[in-house]
């Protein structure tokens, strides 16, 4: 494993970047590289928005030299893979051969480790729970040459499971996947009309549909506060046939100067995306339904320079509404809205990891242009409100928590301290862990 000079790595807001010595490893069975200063951390393919996988001043083990598969029992659906290995290399084996992830974020180039060490969730978290709910096993990898295989009854999978890649190195891990007939969902259309409306549709849909999601206009307001478009899918059945599908090659070949998403850009896309006319019920191919944005590379180069926030938090099922309300009339009052708004009612099935982010409640994702101070003050404001309904932010996508917000939404976080490699850190570690 050798080092290479220092570079800066970037969370994909590219508002957080970090000045890191490059690691890389491709043999899972050798040891760590022995540093003799710093601190070490895992780095995928950089999907997390803000600081989580970044390290500044330390070392990052990039993790896409381990990218070999190992075992697939066709069978019944187990997969053995190095954590480098991508979510995307991951469907073009398993779909042709009837099978698919049980959990996927939205998003398919992610690496398993990344999906574990996150903790990773998605449309259907009330049906199937989170990503670490379907990892039968693992390994885990420490600085001083100890490896662990970690089973979900044992302390270290709780703890490594949405642990951010602070325990140590994941080196492969086992899933399970779920049985399809082919690479189609069905899916329904419904449009809503405020918040209220979202939850009546919610409540209905849930029950009927392993996956739901919505779209919201945060820009709406008064009557029309939380209007939007609700998604639910399953998937197809063995007839299905619809035309054939060729993947998208858009991208977004270099950054602007500037960002492309201001206000008023903001206000007449969610004016028109709400009234586009849509076919309330159809066929998909599964990556347009799960991975919308993946169509379009490089699409974060659209928020310019300054690069972006993404905004994600849980509230409680009491309270849901009322927070929700608040959090939507604030951001439509500061002209900051968000074209990528994405709603979400997470079911009761706990995740087994220590910091893992979803809870039963309802989660909302919010990106905001990165506009400096009126960002931040925005985000006090939200904090503020999440705060109050009892809820919690996402580290996977955040830049800016505070470090008692963090403690007090993660109580194992304490716990989870005795399991951090001593060799190990992170950006936002540092920020969240040490009172001020």
């Known amino acids: ?58 070392h990052a083990l990039l993790t896409r030299g381990l990218d070999r598969f190992i075992a697939f029992d066709a069978v019944n659906g187990l997969l053995q893979a190095e954590a480098g290995v991508t979510l995307d290399e991951v469907l073009e084996i398993v779909v042709p051969r009837g099978w698919f992830p049980a959990v996927t974020p939205g998003t398919r180039f992610v690496t398993l480790g990344g999906a574990l060490a996150n903790d990773v969730h998605g449309k259907n978290h009330h049906v199937a729970g989170c990503f670490s709910a ?33 325990t140590g190195l994941i080196t492969w891990l086992e899933i399970r996947l779920q049985r ?48 939007g478009i609700y998604l639910a899918g399953k998937h197809a059945p063995p007839e299905t046939s619809p035309p054939a599908f060729r ?79 608040e959090v939507l ?6 002209g900051q809205g968000s074209f990528l708004a994405v709603l979400k009612t997470f079911g009761n099935l706990r995740s087994p990891a220590m910091l893992s982010f979803p809870r039963p409640g309802v989660t909302l994702a919010l990106d905001f242009p990165n506009r400096g101070a009126a960002t931040k003050s925005l985000f006090t404001t939200l904090d503020g409100i999440v705060r109050q309904a009892g809820g919690a932010l996402y580290p996977a996508k955040d830049a800016c928590m505070r470090g008692d917000d963090f403690r007090r939404a993660y109580p194992a976080w304490e716990s989870f301290q005795s399991y951090v490699d001593p060799c190990f850190s992170s950006d936002f570690w540092r920020r969240v862990s040490q009172r001020e």
């Not at 999601?213 to 945060?218: E, F, G, M, N, T």
């Not at 586009?276 to 799960?290: A, C, D, K, N, V």
């Open 247 to 325: 993947r998208s090659r858009l991208d977004v070949p270099c950054m602007p100067p500037f960002s492309l998403v201001n206000t008023p850009v903001l206000r007449a896309f969610n004016f028109l995306y709400y009234r586009l006319p849509r076919r309330r019920q159809g066929s998909s191919h599964y990556e347009p339904f799960f991975y919308p944005l993946d169509h379009v590379r490089n699409w974060n180069r659209i928020y310019g320079p300054r690069g972006f926030h993404q905004y994600q938090f849980v509230v409680p099922h009491d309270g849901a509404r009322a927070a929700l309300g």
């Open 180 to 227: 399809v007939d082919n690479p189609w969902v069905t899916v329904e259309t419904t449009k809503f009309g405020n918040l209220d409306e979202y939850f009546e549709l919610d409540q209905a849909s849930a029950a009927k549909w392993p996956y739901t999601v919505a779209w919201i206009d945060c820009a709406a307001r008064g009557p029309a506060l939380g209007r």
């Open 134 to 166: 379907h990892v039968t096993r693992f390994e885990l990898l420490r600085s001083d040459g100890e490896r662990r295989l970690c089973l979900p009854d044992d302390p270290w999978f709780q703890a490594s499971a949405g642990g951010l890649g602070l």
């Open 1 to 58: 494993m050798k080092a290479t000079k220092p570079d800066t790595l970037a969370g994909w807001g590219r508002v957080a970047t970090a000045r890191q010595t490059l690691l890389r490893p491709n043999d899972r069975n050798l040891p760590l590289a022995a540093i003799d200063h710093g601190t070490l951390l895992p780095y995928g393919l950089g999907r997390s928005y803000g600081d989580v996988a970044l390290n500044d001043g330390g």
């Open 329 to 334: 009339a604030r951001v439509a009052a500061s």
